[in-house]
Nanobody
Framework: VQLVESGGGLVQPGGSLRLSCAAS????????MRWYRQAPGKERELVAS????????NYGDSAKGRFTISRDNANNVVYLQMNSLKAEDTAVYFC????????WGQGTQVTVSS
């Protein structure tokens, strides 16, 4: 099983990034997919989640109105489009697959700074 995040980096406040998480080794469409983030000295925080079919999405308060989660079940990828980024969005972003089992990626760093 592998979850590989990509797309992180340094962006200025107000900018956008799209994170990707490529999955392999399990039946992707059967898993709820979630994005978490963890900033230094803080607990891991749920950012967004999406059901196996993509028909249901949920967002943490910090992400509502700015972030969009989506998935491509044909290619086993989940995305997180992040717009209007703020300094407080700076964190390591993790991809999580949840069903009977829970799998985690290694994370990708997002830094929002001028």
């Amino acid at each position: 099983v592998q979850l590989v995040e990509s797309g992180g980096g340094l962006v200025q406040p107000g900018g956008s990034l799209r994170l990707s998480c490529a999955a392999s080794g399990f039946t992707f469409s059967s898993y709820f997919m979630r994005w978490y983030r963890q900033a230094p000295g803080k607990e891991r925080e749920l950012v967004a989640s999406i059901s196996g079919t993509g028909g249901r999405t949920n967002y943490g308060d910090s992400a509502k109105g700015r972030f969009t989660i989506s998935r491509d079940n044909a290619n086993n990828v989940v995305y997180l489009q992040m717009n209007s980024l703020k300094a407080e969005d700076t964190a390591v972003y993790f991809c999580n697959a949840l069903s009977i089992y829970s799998y985690w990626g290694q994370g990708t760093q997002v830094t929002v700074s001028s």
